[in-house]
Each structure stands twice: as structure tokens, then as C-alpha cells.
């Protein structure tokens, strides 16, 4: 035996969650990585009078991701972690659930302010969140919803296995100032698209139609 296994070494998808001035992010790995995601890709069409006003785009299209994923603590209960015998799934789960909430301490901070008469207070600013898939998709997105369904528990009903429905909107150089870092991510993901794009287009109108045919 070499050890050689001919099993590609399967990449993790996750979120990763940045919250300035906290250097240090937050990585909340899949666990189970989803067998599927389903993608919404809507035009960001100018509004125009027709003509060749039709075709003209006023922005990146707006694109929705919905991803399920599961969780389970069956391999570390088995490991005896201590953790996971004390708690769960607590953890894990607090991890994407805290993606939105804002901060308890925004929220104390503004409380305060309020109650010494601060006439106008800003809404606390959500963690700059990435969704990673692959190394050919890599994007700035927004959590607009989760959905988790808790399916077992412990003798302390502590979730031990959950299922995670989540809702995320790309976040698009549309979206963001050209000094975010998101804005640079966005339209990166764009060129390797453009690139993927060339490199499976078809050679030329006789592969689909079995002749060369003046069209315009």
C-alpha cells in the first residue's frame, strides 16, 4: 500500500465573516457539503423607449443563491468531544445565526444614546460576509434569510443534527463602493466568467446550424 488514493480531496464550501476592527474572521465551513444549489439570475435592464435603448444593461444582474446544508454531531459525540457532549450544535449554529443579528455591543452603545437624547442613530452595520464554492466562486453576498430546521437532540435537547436552508443575495459592484473589498471580489468573479465564457463558446454558427448562414 503507497497510500495513494485516487479520491480527489473534496474542497469545503463555506461563509467567511468579517466584522472591522476585529482582524481575525469568522469561517463557518459546511460541514456536509449541499448535493445542489439553485441560482436566480435577473437582468438589470435600463429602462428605455426601445430602439437601441432595449439592450442596454445598467448594472450587474441581480442573483440569488439558495443553498441547504446539513450539520450533524454524531462524528463528535463518537469522538467524545466535550464540546459537542455539553452543547451540541449550539455553537455552530450560533455562528450563522449571529451573521444577522448585530452586535450586542452596537445595540447596548445605541441604547445608551438613545436614553441620553442622541436625536439620530444609524442602523448597526452587518458583518461583510463571503460565499465561498469552489475557487472559481468566490463572493461578497448578504444573508436575507435562514431557515433551520432542527431534526434530533440530545438527552438535554441539545440540537445534534440540523438541516440550514439559507437565502444569500449577491452582492454586486452595483451594490458596493469602488473601495470596498467586495467590489474588487465582484468583478474578479465577473472576469473569470467572461473567460469560462470564451472558452466553451461554440466555434461558430455551421456547429449549430451544419452551414454557415449570414444572420445580421
Known sequence: ????????????????????????????????????????????????????ETFRLAGAPTETIKVETVFDATDDLERDDDVAKEIGLHP??????????????????NSIL??????????????????????????????????????????????????VAMDLKVLSYSDLKTTHPGYAMFLSHQLVKETMAVIGQANGLASVLGSDVNIL
Not at 495513494?4 to 466584522?19: D, E, H, N
Open 92 to 109: 455552530r449554529l450560533a455562528q450563522l445565526e449571529t451573521l444577522v443579528y448585530p452586535q450586542a455591543a452596537t445595540v447596548i452603545a
Open 1 to 52: 500500500m503507497t497510500g495513494y488514493s485516487r479520491s480527489p480531496r473534496l474542497i469545503k464550501g463555506a461563509l467567511i465573516a468579517f466584522r472591522p476592527p476585529v482582524p481575525i474572521p469568522s469561517v463557518i465551513p459546511f460541514q456536509i457539503n449541499p448535493e445542489s444549489l439553485s441560482r436566480t439570475v435577473e437582468a438589470n435592464s435600463a429602462e428605455g423607449e426601445g430602439g437601441t
Open 114 to 163: 438613545l436614553n441620553v437624547g442622541t436625536v439620530e442613530i444609524l442602523p448597526a452595520k452587518g458583518p461583510f460576509t463571503i460565499f465561498i464554492w469552489g475557487k472559481s466562486r468566490i463572493l461578497p453576498v448578504k444573508i436575507s434569510s435562514l431557515n433551520i430546521t432542527e431534526e434530533a437532540y440530545d438527552p438535554n435537547l441539545n440540537p445534534i443534527r440540523a438541516k
